[in-house]
């Protein structure tokens, strides 16, 4: 693209200098008009070489469960032990969702609340249309967008990957048009989110003037674990339903109507690392059963992803002084490292370049560990701890039902930057920094609207 367009810039210049025949004509004849008519062509031609369109986020909606789908901790605690009948298995499971961050009104899919539960086809299929049905009408209707006024349609489900694929059922629902550029991502887990925005935003810098519609969510149903491996029943505890729908345009005419502008996306995987690769994968266990297990290594992991992430980052949204006292300790780190092996490298203070910060909802030591991290305050997590308290751990979705709450409670204001981290499986580490275009109305009704007054709670802790 950049070889096109330098090549077009050259024959642009070339009949220039050609019309004003200045090819006969000596350098020094060259008058003071003609070489500045010269270098403003130059730099009006490298101006519409390189400018990048910018990418709007028009608006987004989570979905919200029924009050009858909620899963009441003393009702999953029940469901295991019908199910697996083991003591020492419902132990260990009511330990990691007492202190799992969860609260009472985490739902699950209606397949999950039979006995035994049903993981089938059929089931997981509902789960997923009841989810994406529901917010891709809500957010269409909501803005008057016809249908085939979509461009790029990208969906991202991980563990659970149909024929015809989740683009074509959404397709197919809402008559989507026969040209749509439809792409859908599976096995990417819960940073898919964000892998999706910057797979649409790829396509829209390639489409001009086009709206592009993410759709986000993890099915449930299909991957509930049944066996005995520790590892693999965590999972069982964290993930609940959930799911997102992100309107995105990159026209010119829509900034005015636009919540945020997409000014930086930054991604990290460390998959080329087998402790890396293996903290979060899926294999069956002894009995064939099969579960996604959750090493031990997983906050060491990502908190190396992120690290990674974070120099890249770093530099695009950090003040200099920042990143002076970065560089300074690093290079004192490397002088003095024999001499002082626990000299600690300088934190770089990312509240002077956000003011609002949506962790991945992993869990809650995920959000302990991230906090820590980058030294962050406990109100810099309330979002996060509210989104997992209420939702549970929805996966790919869970850091826009962050930006939500933030929205719900009024706190996102014009000029406002938003940083969204997500982490999934690979392993991975994704970066979305958000710049609010207009203050957001906390009237307009959301996922948290109708319960927003009760938050934020105080969460039960329980000892090791």
Request: net charge neutral; proline share 4%.
């Amino acid at each position: 693209m950049v070889q096109f367009n330098l090549m077009t810039m050259e024959a642009l210049l070339s009949k220039y200098f050609s019309v004003l025949n200045l090819s006969v004509i000596s350098q020094d004849s060259i008058s003071v008009t003609q070489s500045l008519a010269a270098i403003a062509l130059i730099l009006i031609l490298l101006c519409f070489c390189f400018k990048s369109s910018s990418i709007y986020l028009l608006d987004y909606v989570c979905y919200l469960p029924p009050d009858d789908l909620r899963v009441p901790h003393s009702h999953f605690i029940e469901h295991v032990d019908l199910c697996i009948s083991d003591k020492e298995i419902v132990d260990f499971e009511l330990k990691v969702l007492e202190r799992s961050g969860i609260g009472v009104e985490a739902c699950m899919p209606e397949s999950v609340h039979e006995l035994p539960p049903n993981g089938s086809m059929k089931d997981s299929q509902a789960e997923t249309e009841l989810v994406l049905f529901t917010i891709v009408k809500d957010l269409l209707s909501k803005h008057n967008v016809h249908p085939k006024s979509i461009d790029i349609l990208v969906s991202n489900c991980s563990l659970f990957c149909p024929t015809p694929s989740i683009t074509s059922m959404i397709i197919n629902k809402f008559g989507f048009r026969s040209n749509i550029k439809s792409v859908n991502l599976s096995g990417m887990g819960c940073s898919a989110g964000l892998l999706s925005i910057s797979l649409a935003k790829d396509l829209l810098r390639v489409h001009k003037n086009s709206l592009a519609l993410v759709l986000s969510m993890d099915a449930v149903a299909p991957n509930g674990y049944r066996g005995n491996a520790k590892s693999k029943l965590i999972a069982n505890a964290l993930f609940r339903m959930g799911g997102a729908a992100i309107l995105l345009s990159n026209r010119k005419q829509d900034k005015g109507m636009a919540k945020y502008k997409l000014q930086h996306l930054v991604r990290t995987h460390l998959g080329s690392n087998d402790r890396a690769y293996q903290s979060v994968y899926q294999e069956p266990d002894e009995n064939e059963i099969v579960g996604v297990s959750l090493s031990r290594e997983l906050l060491k992991v990502a908190a190396s992803a992120l690290r990674i992430n974070i120099t890249k980052l770093g530099p695009l949204v950090l003040p200099y002084s920042e990143q002076l006292c970065y560089g300074w300790s690093m290079i004192f780190k490397k002088i003095w490292a024999v001499e002082n092996k626990d000299m600690n490298i300088y934190v770089p203070n990312f509240k002077k370049a956000f003011e609002h910060f949506c962790i991945h909802a992993g869990g809650k030591s995920v959000i302990d560990a991230i906090e820590e991290s980058l030294k962050l305050q406990k109100e810099d997590g309330e979002a996060s701890r509210m989104a997992l308290y209420r939702f549970g751990n929805t996966s790919s979705s869970s850091v826009w039902y962050e930006l939500c709450y933030l929205e719900a409670k009024g706190r996102v204001k014009k000029g406002h930057r938003v940083w969204q981290i997500a982490f999934g499986s690979g392993f991975k580490c994704n970066s979305a920094v958000w710049k609010c275009l207009s203050d957001v109305d906390p009237n307009v009704r959301n996922a948290w609207s109708d319960r927003i007054h009760l938050y934020p709670v105080e969460i039960p802790v329980f000892d090791s």
